[in-house]
């Protein structure tokens, strides 16, 4: 499958850019994407797997690593994979959506080329073809501080990365198949933690990590479910947060914690307990009803079985959605951590930046022709056969889109959908203000490519002006996700410095494949390297861009 030109391709790669990046290291990796019997839940299905394996291999690198994945697919259907909260500096050539790139066709290879730039953190990577995130294809990727920068805890004794979320026994062709017929996929069947689920007392239950006592380790969890959010604790233990979505935070201890779908942290927990075996519990939130699974965490020559009696979930209804709203206000940003951070270094004083445009969208469900869609101020973006970037690039994008169809405030009529590829035009380094106005009686949760945002405010009710005066202008946690409660809203703040084609979606993948998402585009005036990076000679061109001469070079 052309594993030679990948190969030659790659060197070619590292050679063009080693007079700039030759001080920092680069990691290799062959993938090879197949189908594999999988049963998270107990149920045998086909799932989508990586080298063999589900969840699927852990990038382990440092920032400012380069990262080269050479992607084989052997599926019988297009694939991408994207790289969620990874910013792709001057690169949105490789962000894997349908929006900035032509997808690996069955039986051929692609070799993406990123560099995680002044980052660290957990973050996950997963297919955005289709509804393939259903059936697996994702995994973590860990973003190692470099030595020299001091991380403001001990190093931990180890350190694990944990998957959870909902799960669908129907695998993804089958729930692509119910929306493209205009239904909804309906509920998720169950939780798994790392392609597995469990119940109290099973006795065959095999444990999910071994502790020794007295150490502490390092949690990495995500939340790659499709729909739900979900609260994890762990029985007989408490929790340090100390980073969430590459930002390190005020270390507050928690006893359970609520994650949203699409997000990442780190906690620290300490095996300070009798040694036997505890439960870690992973339970839905905010479904009529409640789902739940647990996972075993095993003492090192401990003695004994976990108790039968959990840690309970926190409350559900208002008094719930009060309870996740505050934990949400005690994420704070670490300020005197020494860390990758946002140009210029040290304190960001985001809160003195004069906002240059504030953007206010509302989620929306309708029927249109027939069918269930959703969809962003009024619009329910489409993809193209011609991805978006590619189109502007070589001058085509009037023949694939219209800019702007979707305005910077949602007006009464937009309970009716209106379906195009949805594209905002935004002005590079403008500093944006970014409002999330959820009407709609479940959760939203949102993630912007290409950037990270700071997370100033989630409140109950409509926003309006006044409001800005309950956002956090000091230490808001610097993140690529928000998530919005059932009618209320959340502000977020970002300066658009990162010129490329970017996408604002729902992490909710119904909503995302039926259309609540846009794609902002972000232009350099100078059209310079210093500013967004050439496309790459091995750039896959499809659509009407295909066989067409490259635009001229930036310089």
């Not at 840690?311 to 020494?338: D, K, V």
């Not at 977020?492 to 410095?497: E, K, N, Q, R």
């Not at 729902?506 to 990076?533: I, W």
């Not at 050439?534 to 499809?542: K, S, V």
């Amino acid at each position: 499958m052309g594993s030679h030109k990948s190969l030659f391709a790659a060197t070619l790669f590292v050679c063009m850019l080693a007079g700039a990046v030759a001080e920092d290291p680069y990691l290799f990796f062959d993938w090879k994407v197949t189908y594999g019997t999988i049963a998270p839940l107990g149920v045998p299905q086909q799932g989508i797997l990586i080298n063999g394996e589900f969840p699927g291999p852990i990038i382990n690198c440092t920032s400012n690593n380069n990262i080269v994945v050479n992607v084989f697919n052997y599926l019988d259907e297009p694939l991408l994979l994207t790289w969620a909260g990874i910013q792709q500096r001057k690169n949105s050539w490789q962000d894997g959506t349908p929006g900035t790139m032509c997808p690996i066709l069955p039986g051929t290879n692609y070799t993406y080329k990123f560099q995680v730039k002044d980052q660290i953190g957990s973050y996950i990577y997963f297919p955005t073809t289709g509804l393939q995130r259903a059936s697996g294809g994702m995994g973590m990727l860990k973003v190692h501080s470099r030595e020299l920068i001091p991380v403001p805890f001990d190093m931990p004794a180890d350190e694990f990365a944990v998957l959870l979320g909902d799960w669908y026994n129907k695998g993804h062709k089958t729930l692509k198949r119910i929306l493209d017929s205009g239904r909804s996929i309906g509920k998720p069947d169950g939780i798994q933690i790392n392609g597995k689920s469990s119940s109290v007392g099973d006795a065959a239950a095999q444990p999910l990590v071994v502790m020794e006592p007295g150490k502490t380790y390092r949690y990495r969890v995500c939340n790659v479910g499709m729909k739900l959010s979900v609260n994890f604790r762990f029985q007989g233990h408490t929790m340090k947060l100390v980073e969430l979505e590459g930002s390190h935070t005020v270390q507050n201890v928690y006893d359970s914690l609520d994650l949203h779908v699409g997000q990442c942290l780190s906690v620290l927990v300490t095996a300070d307990q009798a040694p036997k075996d505890y439960y870690l519990v992973v339970s839905s939130r905010f479904s009529k009803k409640v789902m739940s699974t647990v996972a075993v965490i095993r003492y090192k020559n401990g003695n004994g079985a976990a108790s039968l009696s959990i840690p309970p979930p926190p409350a559900e209804n208002r008094a719930g959605i009060a309870w996740s709203m505050n934990q949400f206000r005690s994420f704070r940003w670490n300020l005197t951590a020494s860390a990758a951070r946002p140009n210029p270094q040290g304190s960001y004083h985001y809160g003195k930046i004069n906002i240059t445009r504030t953007i206010k969208i509302a989620n929306t469900h309708a029927v249109v022709d027939g069918k269930l869609r959703f969809g962003i101020n009024g619009i329910s973006h489409v993809n193209t056969e011609t991805p978006l970037k590619l189109a502007e690039y070589f001058g085509l994008g009037d023949k694939v889109f219209t800019y702007n169809l979707m305005k910077d405030e949602p007006s009464e009529g937009d309970n009716k959908l209106a379906l195009a590829p949805s594209v905002m035009n935004a002005t590079f380094r403008n500093f944006v203000e970014i409002i999330f106005e959820n009407r709609e009686k479940t959760i939203q949760t949102w993630h912007l490519d290409g950037y990270s945002f700071f997370a100033v405010a989630v409140e109950p009710g409509r926003w309006a002006p006044e409001k800005r005066k309950t956002y956090n202008l000091l230490d808001a946690v610097s993140r690529h996700t928000i998530q919005v409660y059932p009618n209320s809203w959340a502000a977020v703040m970002t300066t658009l410095d990162n010129a490329g084609m970017w996408n604002l979606r729902s992490d909710m993948l119904e909503r995302t494949y039926l259309g609540q998402q846009f794609y902002f585009s972000v232009l350099s005036p100078e059209n310079s390297l210093r500013d967004e990076y050439n496309i790459f000679p091995t750039q896959q061109l499809c659509g009407i861009v295909s066989g067409l001469p490259m635009p001229a070079p930036y310089h």
